[in-house]
């Protein structure tokens, strides 16, 4: 009987193809945890900072920081390199709506807008599920992931429930 055999990161697949991959150079907040985002501190979810949820975020990139408490996040300072970044987020409608947000870099929107819902606000454009941005920078820089003005049909913070904790994340790819 014979096996396939490869690698994936460098490490060596076992006979059932699994590897063991660090997660060197990253930065995810996000894993899928359970929390109310009335816990968050946010007050709106209309063009403001969003929150993402993780009592445990894994911070494998030297110098970068978290900013925020009891688990919420706002935002990440990275230093000086090149670095792409992910954005996934989720909410509840009260009814058929549309939700935008937008990676920041300090106060100027970078990268690609992310969208879900049911009507979304450009419909003939192709209207990604996620936020990106590839980014290289000289110093040290916060992002944070804003949603801007024009969302519809948004339910209340309180009405969020653990939601946006288990299906938003973050995550930061430092690129060597």
Same mark, same amino acid.
């Given at each position: 009987?014979?096996?396939?055999? =490869?690698? /994936? @990161?460098?490490?060596?697949?076992?006979?059932? $193809?699994?590897?063991?991959?660090? %997660?060197?150079?990253? %930065?995810?907040?996000?894993?899928?945890?359970?929390?109310?985002?009335?816990?968050?501190?946010?007050?709106? %979810?209309?063009?403001?900072?969003l929150y993402f949820y993780d009592s445990s975020p894994?911070?494998?990139?030297?110098?970068?920081?978290? #900013?925020?408490?009891? @688990?919420?996040?706002?935002?990440?300072?990275? *230093?000086?390199?090149?670095? !792409?970044? #992910?954005?996934? /987020?989720?909410?509840?409608f009260s009814a058929s709506g549309q939700f935008a947000?937008?990676? +920041?870099?300090?106060?100027?929107? !970078? @990268? $690609?807008?992310?969208?879900? =819902?049911?009507?979304l606000q450009f419909s003939t454009e192709a209207a *990604?599920? #996620?936020?990106?941005?590839?980014?290289? !920078?000289? $110093?040290?820089?916060?992002? $944070?992931?804003?949603? *801007?003005?024009?969302?519809?049909?948004?339910?209340? !913070?309180?009405?969020?429930?653990?939601?946006?904790?288990?299906?938003? +994340?973050?995550?930061?790819?430092?690129?060597?």
């Amino acid at each position: 009987m014979s096996h396939n055999v =490869g690698d /994936y @990161g460098g490490q060596s697949l076992d006979r059932q $193809s699994e590897a063991t991959v660090e %997660l060197n150079n990253q %930065l995810l907040i996000g894993l899928g945890e359970r929390d109310n985002y009335s816990n968050s501190g946010a007050t709106t %979810l209309t063009n403001t900072t969003l929150y993402f949820y993780d009592s445990s975020p894994i911070n494998n990139i030297s110098g970068a920081t978290l #900013t925020g408490s009891s @688990g919420w996040y706002s935002s990440v300072t990275l *230093p000086a390199g090149r670095y !792409i970044i #992910t954005v996934g /987020y989720a909410v509840e409608f009260s009814a058929s709506g549309q939700f935008a947000f937008q990676i +920041y870099n300090g106060s100027s929107l !970078i @990268g $690609s807008r992310g969208q879900i =819902g049911d009507s979304l606000q450009f419909s003939t454009e192709a209207a *990604p599920s #996620t936020a990106s941005a590839s980014v290289s !920078i000289s $110093s040290s820089t916060t992002f $944070s992931v804003r949603s *801007p003005t024009g969302n519809t049909n948004i339910d209340t !913070i309180a009405n969020q429930g653990g939601t946006i904790a288990e299906r938003a +994340y973050l995550s930061v790819l430092k690129v060597l």
